[in-house]
């Protein structure tokens, strides 16, 4: 079943058509492009012939490349390609489009997500599992190729984000959980901020609790103008505009517990005892140990911070946070 | 819930005390080797736990029948002994620790009431107060119904004085033992919630007025009686809800029969969340603002749990100011801000509670 290896016109490929595209990369192949002129072509494209034409199976960022470099020559581009055979099937041009990349770099999640959604119109889970080594040079486990298909439902955004580190695996797999208008929440919102795994999945956490503690849908919450004016501030960049709604995410969640903290944290501040002096109040507030440091150099240091422990016997702030 | 499957340990010699259960549920015995059998059929069912709270399993107890409770650290115990007569429960409470407690969890009844009686019989010699209870890890009189158990340990309590049998439900399956002869030693207990709590989290239990007028019926009978307002659910104007039921429990019973009254606010290890989440998908308990504890359990935030107990508290002590009220795991701070003091000595708390036990249930004074 090997492939003819035959030299082909650019103008005879059809660049629109897509289907075995798997890479998100639309990089620049500027430094492709100089490999070739540097070293030639090494690994020729496949392509199949589809009505008069061909159409690319694998090597789309290569011939990318080789326009690149050709073009001054406009329509009399020629590459070097493997043709298919005619009697090749739909799921051996599949195989060929994978394994051509897999066996090249480790595929990305988003990448894996597009291969694994479309094995599965020839495989079930267990047998994708069986032949992934084969296919993408590694083994993947029959649950987690479960998870990339759940993924894979969600709407298209979502691979982008998957793509673009917006929106994490274990992210996405939680809110492939959720009701269709809800994940659109998410995808929207994971599209205006830019926050790591464990932050989205506090985010996702926080307004699925209050939703369902307040008996509201998150399309209705999403509209809450707090929230709207943090992500639409075009000012703000998207790591700032993910502190502050998970500021506000919590202040909702925890209402008490956030005012509480707020209070806590300005008498704290305003207990002078000293620059080097730090008070930590316990943990969550549920113990009563307070925890006050501080660090010195020198017999001086230890002396002034002593002093300022002392003058602190008389501070009303300080009795009152002891008090509360 | 109904028990639809009953499985029986080979081992066990049926007697009097199997028949009985045999007779009283709606399933033909299936004698097995080993709980394996229990074990899988329970696992392979979509929801284990429900699975669970319909299957029945008689076998022996092959730990200790009379512990010490564990506790909890960090947080004040109240030197409780348990009587490991079965585990957990056919009520279905969203909150029950019991669902993430056992893996998987079994509804299994301890038989041998002569082995039970030769382990109480030890407990009973000795020169120390016991507070005894069967509802740690069970609903006390869920086994009314079915077995001779409740029966047998209220009978076999009247005969000493120096151990309070403390029976815990939330049922209201007093019905066999109200004509028995418990010589005060035996005590009634209910945990309460309000009307909301009992219909939204306590799947299959009695009403707040069917446990109440079960009370006041066991009370009539001579039987002392004690509320555990545990766990208390922090939610918009519960504390209207809870002061109702404080005023409830006067109007149904006299502060004199109650030995007492505990209160804790709804905690919960972290993997119970899921759980919730999973089986009871309108509950809204483990939204509410939980801290992870000293005790690497979730509890609500601190200042919003003294505000509640503050509130029931003095109410309770409206109704009846001698009433001995205690906390269930709580620390020196909520202790002084709610009750006014704290007992700080090892075995403090379990020595108050033991006079109340002295006084209300007429057990030996010189022991104290």
Known sequence: MSDCLCEINISDIDLTDERYKIS?????????????RETGLIYPPIVMPLNNKFIIVSGFNRIRAHIHN???HNNGIKILVYETKPDTTDYQYLLKSIASLAFQRQLTIAELIICVRRLYQFLDKQQIAKKSPAIFNTELAEGFIGDLLTIADLPDTALELIHTGNLSFKSAKRISLLEKNTVMVFLDLFSKIHASQNKQLEIILYIMEICARDAIKPKVFYTNKEIQDILSDEQKDPGLKTKDLRTCLFEQRFPIIFKTQQKVKEKITSIKLGNSIKISPPENLDSQTYSISFTVKN?????????????GLENKKLKELFNQ | MKIDTLFIDKTIPQNLEIDYIISRIAADPQWVENTKTVYDYINDADDPILKAKKTLYITRNKGAVIKACPGTSFYTCCDYTILHTGTFCTMDCSYCILQAYFHPPVLQYFAGLKTLGHSLEKTFRQNKIFRIGTGEYTDSLIWEKISLQPKFLIETFAKQNNCLLELKTKT??????L?????EKTVIAWSLNTPDIISSEEKGTAS?????EAAKLVESKGYKLAFHFDPMVIYPECEIQYKKVVKQIFEYVRPESIVWISIGTFRFMPKLKQIIEKRFKHST???????LGLDNKMRYFKPLRIKIYKEIISCIKEYAPNLMVYFCMED????EKCIGFFPEKEGELGHLLDKSAVKHCSLNSNLL
């Open chain 1, 24 to 36: 998100f990369s639309n990089k620049d192949i500027g430094l492709l492009a100089r490999s070739f």
């Open chain 1, 70 to 72: 050709n073009k001054v």
């Open chain 1, 299 to 311: 017999y001086k240091e230890f002396i002034a911070n002593v002093q300022n422990l002392n003058a």
């Open chain 2, 172 to 177: 209201v399956n007093i019905e066999s033992i």
């Open chain 2, 179 to 183: 004509p028995l002869d418990h010589n």
């Open chain 2, 208 to 212: 707040l007025k069917a446990r109440l």
């Open chain 2, 285 to 291: 308990i483990p939204y509410g603002e939980f801290i």
């Open chain 2, 332 to 335: 020196e701070e909520v202790w």
